[in-house]
């Protein structure tokens, strides 16, 4: 007996073009989106639950920040370090070594001098009232000289080079640096950002991995010399 062929006429038109139709997988980058869905997922609900405990974080370190200020505002030195020490006791208990307990306690009163406008109370040692006294006059003294004056007085008292004139010397360019601390603040910010813009550029060429890619970064090794 023959066997029966089936032909394309002998098909339903609807099975023709379903099957002429292929099928469309959605993706995301080189993955099936379905393979990284709950991952995703995920992802947004905990970032959620994050934000939400970021959030509470903050209103905490709020509540702190204001409770540590009503302490320390109008302590005299030694009161402050009393409370400085208490404060990293509690951090210490918690098994934090000497030095991390520090660093809680300085961005702590960071934030209460921002927020609060607090200022930290001078030492009353001998020594540290002295020191800061002879830095009040010798700023007073040098506040009628403009800065051009002063680097002149500075390049005068280094060419004389005895040990008195270095010495005031190096007072004059306490002073520049002083007036200057903004600037050169500013300065130190914006070469930062430069250097963090060109390491995030190299990372990404060096992922990339062309040839377009190598060729920018060969270009700017040779033009850092």
Do not use: Y
Not at 91 to 118: N, P
Not at 173 to 192: P, Q, V
């Amino acid at each position: 007996m023959a066997k029966a062929t089936v032909t394309a006429q002998a098909l339903p038109e609807q099975t023709l073009v379903a099957s002429a139709v292929a099928v469309v997988v959605p993706m995301i980058g080189d993955r099936p989106a379905l393979e990284l869905q709950e991952t995703i997922f995920a992802i947004g609900e905990e970032t959620l639950d994050a934000e939400g405990m970021m959030a509470k974080g903050k209103a905490a370190l709020d509540v702190l920040d204001a409770n540590l200020h009503d302490i320390v505002k109008g302590l005299v030195f030694t009161e402050f370090g009393l409370v400085r020490d208490f404060f990293k006791a509690g951090i210490v208990d918690k098994g934090k070594t000497e030095d991390a307990a520090q660093k809680v306690w300085e961005r702590s009163i960071k934030r209460v001098v921002d927020t609060f406008d607090f200022v930290r109370p001078k030492s009353e040692a001998k020594d540290a009232v002295r020191k800061a006294e002879a830095k009040e006059k010798a700023v007073a003294a040098m506040a009628a000289f403009s800065d051009g004056e002063l680097a002149d007085q500075k390049a005068d008292l280094l060419a004389k080079g005895d040990k008195k004139s270095v010495a005031q010397a190096q007072k004059v360019i306490s002073e520049i640096e002083r007036r200057n601390a903004t600037e050169l603040d500013a300065a130190k910010a914006a070469r930062k950002a430069v250097v963090d813009k060109l390491s995030a550029r190299i990372k990404e060429l060096a992922k990339a991995g062309t040839e377009d890619a190598d060729t920018l970064l060969m270009n700017a090794l040779l033009s850092l010399g």
